[in-house]
């Protein structure tokens, strides 16, 4: 399944930016004095250029009216949204701008949701220490508190009597423990498949620290292929930095040719991330992650070994998805550009270099490489034929860059469902790659009520054009270029279930050598998928 997007901010209280003042009549007004009360956020000399030249003068209202707007907008453009500006004049002609600076003074839950309820507070309750209150950090911190595992989090601000400025922010929240999907496809290897799915279980929020601990699953048809993994998760303290660590077994056991000749491979997996959101914002995010991954791979035919791999990488990932209106107001477009740099280790029982006992998975391969992988994807609103509907257009380039030989495992796989469709994931490898993806999109949906039960049916409509390209690092490996076109739908058929159907024809069906005489692919291919949320 693709990745999802980034969540961008929702379930953020919407803040109400005031509408266009209401006419003043033409006239002026002997002002005596001019003085700004209230305002802390800006340095005095500041806020007195905006004021300068009122006092001692007839001032039409338009133009006190004008230097109030200026005071709102300063603060409005430092992010101080919860901040208002109120013009008062007394009958001796003395102006005072008062200004009432927003800020949270307490946070509360709706209601008691056990242990997590902490974390969510621990969250929200960084928006106290903050006086005048700003934008950004009323964001971050009900992002974070969204953030917490199993925990939905709607924020309603409340007006305190006791002061003007003051707000009670009040989190409306909601716990669900246990959630998880399971999901299917026939996009598998032939001869471990093609038929896959994948269960993943979450248990959510069980301590004070947002923890969340995940089983998955994959099994393929024929019990081909099977791999489970654990993982566990949680917040370091309330910054947003996080921990999981990981860990990992399966065997696979093909039919076919591989079959035949007693073909068998086993993994184990393990290792650490921490993350961080260096921004997180209602239209912008970055989130920097820091893993080593360990990865343990054998091969053995007709019960002898005939390879093992043992890496060890350590990475440093960087995510920025942001959104713009670069093409109008209801023409939004997100935009992500996600680049890893990978290092790998030769510790920790990492294989080395060189070596023919026991022997590897590729002659000359370097445990101690290092590579580069990035991509850029943008989806982009182009327009909207009826209310309701909308046409848009992702597209995404990326690849692979190292000038070692790599370890299998760390080759670039090409094939999937997110580009080159048509390949099954890692059917074309190579230690570098490159490819590109363009998808229209017609988005649609419709509202009907059967059995007395009200459906929101969601559709995705999508054409595409897939390309992709591989480069082998080692002379006697082979370079290849894929290509593919095709469309199908997405459809939702209630919240929680997703039926997918595609019809993809391949450009590129020869990837062996004539001379090896191994039949080309299949030009056209039917895939479908299902997937189910709980």
């Known amino acids: 399944m693709p990745a999802p997007a980034p969540n961008l901010g929702q379930g953020l209280p919407t803040i109400p930016q005031g509408g266009p003042a209401a006419a003043l009549p033409p006239v002026s007004i002997p002002v005596r004095s001019v003085g700004i009360v209230g305002a802390t956020a800006f340095p005095p000399a500041k806020l007195n250029k905006i004021v300068a030249g009122l006092a001692g003068r007839n001032v039409p209202l338009s133009k006190l009216a004008a230097a109030r707007s200026a005071l709102v907008n300063l603060y409005r453009s430092h992010g101080y949204i919860l901040s208002t500006v109120t013009l008062d004049v007394d009958a001796a002609g003395n102006v005072r701008f008062v200004v009432t600076e927003g800020y949270i003074t307490a946070v509360k839950l709706s209601k008691d949701i056990g242990p997590a309820g902490s974390m969510v507070l621990g969250f929200l309750q960084h928006l106290t220490e903050q006086r005048p209150l700003n934008e950004a950090s009323l964001e971050r911190w009900l992002l974070l508190a969204q953030q917490v595992p199993g925990v939905s989090v709607h924020a309603v601000l409340q007006s305190d009597n006791g002061d003007p400025g003051a707000l009670t922010l009040?989190?409306?929240?909601?716990?669900?423990?246990?959630?998880?999907?399971?999901?299917?496809?026939?996009?598998?290897?032939?001869?471990?498949?093609?038929?896959?799915?994948?269960?993943?279980?979450?248990?959510?929020?069980?301590?004070?620290?947002?923890?969340?601990?995940?089983?998955?699953?994959?099994?393929?048809?024929?019990?081909?292929?099977?791999?489970?993994?654990?993982?566990?998760?949680?917040?370091?303290?309330?910054?947003?930095?996080?921990?999981?660590?990981?860990?990992?077994?399966?065997?696979?056991?093909p039919s076919g040719v591989l079959g035949s000749v007693g073909y068998e491979s086993q993994v184990s997996v393990f290792g650490g991330e921490l993350s961080y959101p260096v921004i997180l914002r209602r239209n912008q995010n970055l989130t920097l992650h820091l893993r080593l991954d360990a990865e343990q791979n054998q091969i053995s035919t007709a019960g002898t070994v005939t390879s093992t791999d043992s890496t060890r990488v350590a990475r440093l990932n960087a995510q920025y998805a942001w959104q713009d209106l670069l093409l109008g107001d209801t023409r939004n477009a997100l935009n992500v550009v996600d680049i890893q740099a990978s290092q790998g280790l030769p510790i920790l029982g990492s294989s080395a270099d060189g070596r023919t006992t026991p022997p590897g998975g590729r002659a000359s391969a370097r445990f101690d490489f290092w590579k580069i992988n990035g991509s850029i994807s943008r989806v982009q609103t182009l327009f909207n034929p009826w209310p309701g509907a909308d046409v848009a257009l992702r597209t995404e380039v990326g690849g692979q860059y190292t000038p070692d030989v790599l370890p299998s495992v760390e080759e670039f796989y090409l094939g999937g469902t997110r580009?080159?469709?048509?390949?099954?994931?890692?059917?074309?490898?190579?230690?570098?790659?490159?490819?590109?993806?363009?998808?229209?999109?017609?988005?649609?949906?419709?509202?009907?009520?059967?059995?007395?039960?009200?459906?929101?049916?969601?559709?995705?409509?999508?054409?595409?054009?897939?390309?992709?390209?591989?480069?082998?690092?080692?002379?006697?490996?082979l370079n290849h270029k894929i290509a593919s076109t095709g469309g199908g739908v997405r459809l939702g058929l209630t919240s929680r279930v997703e039926l997918d159907c595609e019809v993809t024809h391949r450009l590129v069906t020869q990837l062996a050598p004539a001379a090896t005489n191994v039949a080309p692919l299949s030009d056209t291919m039917v895939y479908w998928g299902v997937t189910a949320r709980f």
Request: glycine share 12%.
């Open 419 to 477: 580009f080159t469709r048509g390949y099954y994931s890692g059917q074309v490898v190579g230690d570098k790659a490159a490819y590109a993806t363009a998808e229209l999109q017609f988005n649609t949906g419709t509202d009907f009520t059967l059995f007395h039960h009200d459906f929101d049916l969601g559709a995705q409509f999508y054409g595409f054009y897939d390309w992709g390209e591989t480069w082998s690092n080692l002379p006697t490996d």
């Open 170 to 253: 009040v989190a409306e929240v909601s716990k669900q423990t246990v959630s998880g999907l399971i999901t299917a496809d026939n996009r598998s290897f032939d001869e471990t498949g093609p038929a896959e799915g994948l269960a993943v279980v979450d248990i959510n929020s069980l301590t004070a620290h947002g923890d969340q601990t995940e089983l998955s699953m994959y099994h393929t048809s024929g019990n081909t292929d099977n791999f489970g993994q654990a993982s566990e998760s949680f917040f370091i303290g309330t910054s947003g930095l996080r921990l999981k660590v990981y860990g990992g077994t399966g065997r696979a056991h």
